[in-house]
């Protein structure tokens, strides 16, 4: 029996962009190929697709306006939707994920980044498994889904918006680094991280502060807190990527040494 392919759909309003990439990808996937709404919507109504990847860029509805139609549809509103565009940055990232994206590919893409990104979204548990832990705390939605976008290729990422619920939240998981803001209303990281450390299994949890005010007052504060580094905003990917793997394998090797080192 042939192995089976996921059904996808591909929507750019230029021709040469769905034919090349149909055969560029047609021996993994099967890949139906749409220049408008009208057209993909004709698509959904047939045929039951795995994900839909949406240029962002056309002259009658950009991509935005279609995500916003599939996620006010009963039916096609669970419908993982992949961005591709020559131009993805910071802004394009948040309003895409406010909106309902589940991942972006930058333009021009290897055929890794293609098949990774439809991968994860279509099987999210194979994914998930043996990943560190990140938790991000943060008021600003925005910035909570920036920091997941940033991390959720090497890690398993939860963000809260609310800091007063931080007790709940670590009764249920347990993560193996946290990421702060510092600037929030009614409770603010520096308050969090005494909160924190009294919770059983966080004693030693490394804490990275993410803020807009990188001053010298706010990181002696933090350090003396028992924060291990900061973060300033806004976020640059390669700073926030470094800085987390580095605390988690000095976090890892601590915990090591102290499990061999006899009692």
Same mark, same amino acid.
């Given at each position: ?55 962002? &860029? ?30 993805? &940055?910071?802004?394009?990232? !948040? ?41 991000? $705390? ?54 969090? $991280?005494?909160? !924190?450390? &009294? ?8 804490? !990275? ?22 973060? $300033? ?18 976090? $890892?090797?601590?915990?090591? !040494? ?6």
């Amino acid at each position: 029996m042939d192995q089976y392919k996921h059904k996808l759909v591909l929507v750019d309003d230029i021709q040469f962009h769905l034919l090349s990439t149909k055969e560029r990808f047609r021996a993994k996937y099967d890949i139906y190929t749409a220049q408008s709404s009208v057209e993909l919507f004709d698509i959904l109504s047939s045929v039951l697709v795995s994900a839909i990847l949406l240029d962002i &860029n056309m002259p009658e509805e950009d991509g935005f306006e279609i995500l916003k139609k599939l996620k006010d549809s009963e039916f096609y509103a669970h419908v993982p939707v992949i961005f591709l565009s020559a131009k993805i &940055n910071r802004d394009v990232i !948040i309003k895409g994920m406010s909106h309902g994206a589940a991942d972006f590919i930058p333009k021009p893409f290897s055929d890794l980044e293609f098949i990774d990104s439809i991968e994860r979204c279509v099987h999210p548990e194979r994914y998930s498994a043996n990943k560190p832990v990140i938790l991000a $705390v943060d008021d600003n939605p925005a910035e909570l889904q920036t920091i997941h976008f940033f991390l959720k290729d090497k890690y398993t990422v939860y963000t809260l918006p609310d800091p007063g619920r931080i007790n709940d939240l670590l009764t249920m998981i347990t993560p193996d680094l946290i990421l702060l803001d510092c600037q929030m209303p009614v409770v603010s990281g520096f308050d969090l $991280v005494p909160i !924190i450390r &009294n919770i059983a299994n966080h004693e030693e949890t490394p804490i !990275i502060f993410v803020t807009a005010l990188g001053s010298i007052d706010n990181i002696s504060v933090a350090m003396h807190l028992g924060a291990c580094d900061f973060v $300033v905003k806004p976020i640059d990917e390669l700073t926030l990527n470094e800085k987390v793997a580095q605390h988690l394998s000095e976090y $890892v090797m601590r915990r090591r !040494i102290r499990d061999f080192t006899p009692r």
